[in-house]
């Protein structure tokens, strides 16, 4: 039987499975009836209660089998990749955020160097019908032509993290051309919702807004080239890979079964327009005013001004574009914090 992109009679491998992409992802798969196998070695990057709630909600799915595990050790992923052997592997286990490369830079290359190329190693003694990855739109960098398109260069990543996200798009051309691993790349940007990552800047908003303190906003409080920020919803993210799975590339040109999609909201907003939306989400999730605090400051190392996704290549492909507005989006992200945290 299948439903759109996927089908129950497949296997789905998602390592992050107790990150935020990759439990809406196996949440959603499970749902339609289809056997996921979850691999997170679950790191304190972030709070672990979080990931272990997400983890909770996933374990009552009788087809859902979770391994502890870290895709840097090359013997545990290729022996899962031998016992389960799945047919659609989706790899969003990563070091991710930008600024914290600048100071853990090992945890970028063992997880999104070693940990990708094992992924790739286990996908050539097991070929699989698609290997499905995260990007990011950090591989853009500083580039000044907007929207951002796959077929614009991206040779000059300004964080290490970038750098590996870059790299991983080359490596997984490499093993698609030498062994036929059919495999694309998602360049995500700014993905944000409930059960979303603490260390992204809504999540911090909100958390400084109930601990009563001021929330940092790292625009230099120049308000007229504010940053702008192409934020997608996660239920669009979601829909965007569940479409992709089940329509992995072809060879074509003599090229490769590889591509990369931007997968973004196609509308950039200012930073400043999605604090205020914040504010009024959470006002409305609390029935009474709320103003943030706020602190302007320079922007950090590795920071860029700009994300906006040209989004023709995936519409074109699976006929579709996320569509939630950050009025929608925020006030399911505020509703779900409130009732989460129960703050007041
Ligand atoms: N959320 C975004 O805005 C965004 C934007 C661009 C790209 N991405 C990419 O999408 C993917 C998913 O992002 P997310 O927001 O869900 O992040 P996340 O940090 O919530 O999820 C990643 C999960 O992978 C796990 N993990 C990390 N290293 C691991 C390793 N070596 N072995 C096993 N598990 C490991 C972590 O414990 C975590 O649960 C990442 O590759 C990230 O770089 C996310």
Redesign the pocket.
Known sequence: MGYGGISTDKVYLV?????????FLSRRLLEQGCKVIG?????D??DVNL?NARLDNLKPFEKFIFVK????DKELVIDIFGRFRPNIAV??????GVRYSVENPDAYI???IT?FFNILEACRHYPVEHLVY?????VYGSNKKVPFEETDPVDYPVSL?AAT?KSNELMAYTYSHLYGIPATGL??????GPM??PD?SYFKFTVSYFKGEPIRIYNNGDFENDLYRDF?YIDDIVEGIIRLLGNPPTKANGMASHRVFNIGNNKPEKLMTFVETLEKALSNALGREVKFKKVYEPMKPGDVPVTYASIDRLQEAIGFKPQTSIEEGLQKFADWYVEYYKVR
């Open positions: 390592t992050g499975a107790a990150g935020f992409i990759g439990y691999i997170d070695n679950l790191n990057y972030y990931k595990g870290d895709i840097s790899n969003l286990a990563a070091q991710a063992k997880s999104n940990g995260a990007s990011s739109s950090s993290y996200k360049r995500f940007f700014t993905v944000y979303g990552r992204m997608t």
